[in-house]
């Protein structure tokens, strides 16, 4: 009741009295509060205490009678102090609060353990305490619940001593949070939540997915607290749309016109209350939208209307008529989108020849066209329309990246000058640095390409070990990598060596810090046996090595011998017993393991055979020898120390470097004072003494 209707009955003005009146309207409709509590208030506010308890305790009857619980509580919150004496009223709180949360599993539990069957004279402690049961019951046991990352799940336990409760998720069950947590970190989920329908009614959600899949993606993008992304939706969807169903589920279900996508990259989704409104929402979108979002937009709701499409495409247009001297490739990519919607304004007709004109230059079109169908769409008509294409296509070469293109712009060049396109490759693998991309391509390619490995197996080989570590390769590393396994491009080019070529091959191999033993190894051992002249070289050549290291040579020789080649003997025999070897994966993979080892075992042997004990007690210290630790002088006065030993005991993060290495050949010979280059750093020689 309003404070000027209250002043009309307080004079007697209304026409009847307020008493008559409460009682017609108590009786008729008493879940009007606001009527009944604005009364109240006007009259505690007037003094009028009596008369507002008398009138208070017929309204408060009819609440009791017709089981009104919420709104009883509410009255007793609001006016209720005044009253009602403290006592009674909180026997008359708590006994509302039964009639709304009673039949909750620990409502007796949590009333006893907030204190709240004990007198409390405060009337603000109290609603603090039936505001915390309030907040504590909505996690109930029983009570569904979602939480990000979990999913939905169901309140098992609460633990009112420890303060926690323990979740049963779809994902993960038992998961246990404190109350505090909780609050944070749980959604309760009203009935007829999508989620909770999950745990609830999965039939009736699986129904609305075959029936009505638009309707199903409404309830969940209205029951969100925020627009959600696809990948939220797939998971708010887990258990219900399967792995199977959603790529068609997912098709059916976005075309419906409410439905508005947000954001660029990483959409987002909203539903809106009406077709129209969607319509404006898509408008707004693409106002704010820079050009490629714009693109996005009109891609993906041109169907939408055919105003709206109409509007988008004379947009875009302009935006494409302005960017084709300061951004071509935007320029193009509006040309070919519009085009291919038949939404081509005659204006914009002419754009191709102003772009790829024989007074143009396409280079700058070509890198900054981001589609790959695009920029492949764009050389092909540089090919068609101009006269220097191979010139072009060359340089282009040198800048692309995407494998698809590269191979396109090979092939075009091959096709048209097959001596040209020899001396690409020829001056690619000398200088790999110059087109990193380029080259990893070609090397990647050699793999299958017989004639590719043939024109040059060193070089290739060589570069491939050498650039599988630069710098300048590191977005290329892993495609670099998978060249050195069984099946790649580096064990395929060992067979297109000669024996000349051989021998620096096998210091390439020995030397390439990017293969792993097992990929150097079988290397090594396919390149000795195809050589055999390298075997003699390699057992006439010392290998120098600590005491610690042979022996742990010769322990692993042990091992390999008499543990790891009988078990895999015995794993072969297993294998074989299993059926068909030519789809049998024990099999193949025991036979690899068995050619791995027998190679390793070989290559034990022959070094063991060659091997010397450094001797470091009659070392001569007049010069870096093979055993010797040497200290280096910075001009700044730092210094540093490494020590020349084998191979074997290489470890350059640690400051022991092998004689067979480059930084140990340009340390080996020198003498106190002599100078050595280190990184980038001018290093002289301080002192000269025995590693060991």
């Not at 999508?194 to 309830?219: I, N, S």
């Not at 960017?323 to 320029?331: E, F, N, T, V, W």
Request: glycine content about 6%; overall charge neutral; some cysteine.
């Amino acid at each position: 009741m309003s404070r000027s209707t209250f002043e009309e009955y307080r004079r007697g003005v209304a026409g009847a009295s307020l008493e008559d009146d409460w009682i017609a309207e108590a009786e008729r409709d008493p879940a009007d509060g606001e009527w009944f509590l604005g009364s109240l208030e006007n009259l505690v506010a007037e003094g009028e205490i009596e008369r507002a308890r008398s009138l208070y305790e017929l309204w408060d009857d009819e609440l009791r009678r017709r089981a009104l619980w919420s709104l009883r509580l509410e009255a007793l919150r609001r006016v209720g102090s005044p009253l009602l004496k403290a006592n009674r009223l909180q026997k008359e709180a708590l006994a509302a609060a039964e009639g709304i949360w009673g039949e909750k599993p620990n409502f007796v539990a949590m009333v006893n353990w907030l204190g709240l069957r004990k007198l409390i004279d405060e009337p603000a402690k109290l609603w603090d305490k039936l505001t915390r049961l309030s907040s504590l019951l909505v996690y109930d046991v029983g009570e569904i619940v979602a939480m990000q990352g979990q999913g939905v799940g169901r309140v098992a336990e609460v633990n009112l001593t420890l303060e926690t409760l323990r979740i049963d998720f779809d994902k993960r069950p038992g998961v246990t949070l404190g109350f505090r947590a909780a609050a944070k970190m749980l959604r309760p989920l009203p009935v007829g939540h999508p989620l909770r329908r999950k745990l609830e009614d999965p039939e009736g959600l699986a129904r609305l997915r075959d029936e009505q899949p638009a309707e199903l993606l409404r309830a969940v993008l209205e029951s969100a607290e925020k627009p959600l992304s696809g990948s939220e939706i797939r998971d708010a969807l887990a258990g219900i749309v399967s792995e199977a169903q959603w790529t068609s589920w997912w098709a059916a279900a976005r075309r419906h016109p409410q439905l508005v996508a947000l954001g660029s990259g990483r959409q987002s989704y909203r539903w809106e209350s009406s077709a129209s409104g969607a319509l404006d929402a898509v408008r707004r979108n693409f106002a704010r939208a820079d050009p490629r979002r714009k693109m996005d937009i009109f891609r993906k709701n041109a169907d939408r209307d055919s105003g709206l499409a109409a509007d988008f495409a004379g947009d875009l247009a302009s935006i494409a008529s302005e960017a084709a001297a300061s951004d071509p490739g935007l320029a193009w990519e509006i040309f070919f989108l519009l085009e291919r919607s038949g939404r081509l304004p005659k204006p914009l007709a002419g754009l191709v020849d102003l772009l790829l004109g024989g007074k143009v230059d396409p280079r700058p079109l070509l890198a900054s066209i981001e589609d790959r169908l695009l920029r492949e769409r764009a050389l092909a008509m540089v090919r068609e329309r101009r006269e220097d294409w191979k010139q072009i296509y060359r340089d282009w070469l040198g800048r692309e990246e995407d494998p698809r293109v590269l191979s396109l712009l090979a092939q075009g060049l091959a096709e048209a000058d097959i001596a040209a396109h020899e001396r690409w490759i020829d001056d690619l693998v000398a200088q790999p640095r110059r087109a990193p991309a380029a080259f990893t391509w070609i090397a990647e390619r050699a793999a299958d390409d017989e004639l590719l490995r043939a024109r040059s197996p060193l070089r290739l080989l060589q570069q491939i070990l050498a650039t599988a570590t630069a710098e300048e390769f590191s977005g290329y590393r892993a495609r670099l990598r998978a060249l050195l396994d069984s099946g790649g491009t580096v064990p395929r080019l060992l067979a297109a060596l000669d024996s000349e070529q051989a021998p620096a091959a096998l210091e390439a191999l020995e030397r390439a810090t990017a293969l792993e033993p097992y990929q150097r190894d079988p290397a090594i051992n396919a390149l000795r046996l195809r050589f055999p002249a390298l075997v003699d070289a390699a057992a006439a050549t010392p290998l120098y090595a600590t005491g610690p290291a042979i022996d742990a040579k010769r322990a692993e020789l042990k091992r390999l011998a008499e543990v790891e080649i009988p078990a895999n003997r015995k794993a072969i025999e297993e294998a074989r017993a299993l059926g068909d070897l030519r789809e049998n994966f024990e099999y193949k993979s025991a036979r690899q393991r068995h050619e791995y080892l027998n190679a390793r075992l070989a290559a034990l042997h022959r070094d063991l055979g060659r091997v010397r004990p450094i001797d470091f007690r009659s070392l001569d210290t007049a010069e870096v020898r093979i055993g010797a630790r040497v200290r280096l002088l910075a001009e700044d006065g730092r210094e540093r120390s490494f020590c020349v030993l084998g191979p074997w005991e290489s470890r350059p993060e640690e400051g022991v470097v092998s004689y067979e290495s480059e930084l140990g050949q340009k340390l080996l010979g020198l003498k106190p004072g002599a100078r050595v280059e280190v990184g980038d750093q001018q290093l002289s020689v301080a002192a000269i003494e025995p590693a060991g």
